[in-house]
């Protein structure tokens, strides 16, 4: 079965201090992505990677970082998180009609 | 103009309803079409994929893309509460990236 774990699934932080966001996929595929989901803004892509030490910005990488070491594992990395940052955060392995979304990360920065 | 439009509702029905859900979009590079389902607190699940202009059924579920008029429906059938979810329309071609319309919230009521 298709699987995108994430962890942690709830975080609540404080403005500052770095945090990172894990994600694994046991698809074997070589397409990974990151999106926040807003009220109002919908899903927004981060960052996105199509291989291994491949990864592209997507449409709101400000204030993010992502590595690609492993084709399983795709972090989020917030160096310095603020609270524009506080958000509903997914994981996607796959692209087009074999995507799928982990469960969700749900950050809150103070 | 966005790249996709999608009325966020909410939209509210009686159980047995043909429910009709839309997204116009506006890059002509777009060639597939998605659909996803978001459960409250879940990730986002592939509901429907079509490419090109067309229709797709697959049980009480019937997407419709016009590419003409940049005009794409979702249709669900015989609506259960078990459909009350977000919808969301993805349109993706031309690059690698996916972009998501903002999502219908779609309560089926028994």
């Not at chain 2, 797709?56 to 794409?72: L, M, N, W």
Request: glycine share 8%; with cysteine.
């Amino acid at each position: 079965e298709a699987q995108v774990t994430q962890n942690p699934r709830y975080l609540i932080t404080v403005t500052g201090k770095k945090l990172t966001v894990t994600c694994s996929q046991n698809m074997n595929h070589e397409y990974m992505s990151w999106y926040r989901q807003d009220p109002g803004l919908g899903l927004r892509q981060i960052y996105y990677s199509m291989n291994v030490e491949v990864t592209d910005k997507g449409d709101v990488p400000e204030g993010y970082k992502v590595s690609r070491k492993e084709k399983r594992n795709f972090p989020l990395i917030l160096e310095s998180p603020s609270p524009n940052q506080t958000s509903l955060y997914f994981c996607a392995g796959g692209f087009g009609d074999t995507q799928y979304f982990g469960p969700g990360t749900r950050l809150t920065v103070l | 103009q966005k790249e996709v439009e999608q009325d966020p509702g909410p939209l509210s029905v009686p159980e047995g309803a043909i429910v009709s859900l839309n997204c116009t979009y506006s890059n002509s590079a777009f060639q597939y079409f998605m659909w996803y389902r978001q459960y409250s607190r879940k990730g986002p699940e592939l509901l429907m994929y079509t490419y090109s202009s067309g229709n797709k059924e697959d049980g009480r579920f019937t997407a419709q893309v016009d590419k003409s008029s940049k005009y794409i429906s979702l249709f669900i059938r015989d609506s259960q509460p078990s459909d009350s979810a977000t919808y969301l329309c993805a349109p993706q071609g031309g690059s690698e990236k996916l972009v998501f319309g903002k999502g219908t919230k779609l309560t089926v009521n028994p």
